[in-house]
Antibody, heavy 120, light 107 residues
């Protein structure tokens, strides 16, 4: 079955950078779009970014545009989120998730999430 | 960006009762809407696509309806395991957004 395992979370100071990774297995990683969705402590879900199956197109939430970069390495079945100029409001659990299709269909399978805490 | 407003914030019902959750979009999104369930301490679970199509393995007591700006998720007969927060989310254009969630409590 589909398995998504996030890594790279932790505590980071405001203004610094962090890179999250998500290893996918149990499906043909290179055939599906991939998303990042986050959830601040005690709050709701916020869609962050998407990359198409081949990495040819990427879209971002307004709150992270210009600071975060989504990428993928299909040879390693791995999704990334490079987060720069981090702010306290970026503190959240970051979920990696598959798209139901190649080009932005719906988010269907989710990982368990990685906690990122931005604090001095 | 499109704003999705969910109501009510909390719904408290007994087992066997019917739950009706609402999601309103700030502009027409046709039927480009999904619903997700998130139980405490768990990742979200995909329930409904295209406003009314149940995802694989989702029980028939879950149903969705609506188009344009007004959408409804109905749980026909609540079970204890349905205690969760439910989110709507659109895919009409970028950026995608989620509603703020409706918490369903089972008495």
């Amino acid at each position: 079955q589909v398995q998504l395992v996030e890594s790279g979370g932790g505590v980071v100071q405001p203004g610094r950078s962090l890179r999250l990774s998500c290893a996918g297995s149990g499906f043909t990683f290179s055939s599906y779009g991939m998303h990042w969705v986050r959830q601040a402590p005690g709050k709701g879900l916020e869609w962050v970014a998407v990359t198409w199956y081949d990495g040819s197109n990427k879209y971002y939430a307004d709150s992270v545009k210009g600071r975060f970069t989504i990428s993928r390495d299909n040879s390693k079945n791995t999704l990334y989120l490079q987060m720069n100029t981090l702010r306290a409001e970026d503190t959240a659990v970051y979920f990696c998730a598959t798209d139901r299709g190649r080009f932005g269909d719906y988010v269907d399978n989710w990982g368990q999430g990685a906690l990122v805490t931005v604090s001095s | 960006e499109i704003v999705l407003t969910q109501s009510p914030a909390t719904l408290s019902l007994s087992p066997g009762e019917r739950a009706t959750l609402s999601c309103r979009a700030s502009q027409s999104i046709n039927t480009n809407l999904a619903w997700y369930q998130q139980r405490p301490g768990q990742a979200p679970r995909f329930l409904i696509s295209d406003a009314s199509n149940r995802a694989t393995g989702i029980p028939v007591r879950f149903s969705g309806s609506g188009s344009g700006t007004d959408f409804t998720l109905t749980i026909s007969s609540l079970e204890a395991e349905d205690s969760a927060v439910y989110y709507c989310q659109h895919r009409n254009n970028w950026p995608w957004t989620f509603g703020q969630g409706t918490k369903v409590e089972i008495k």
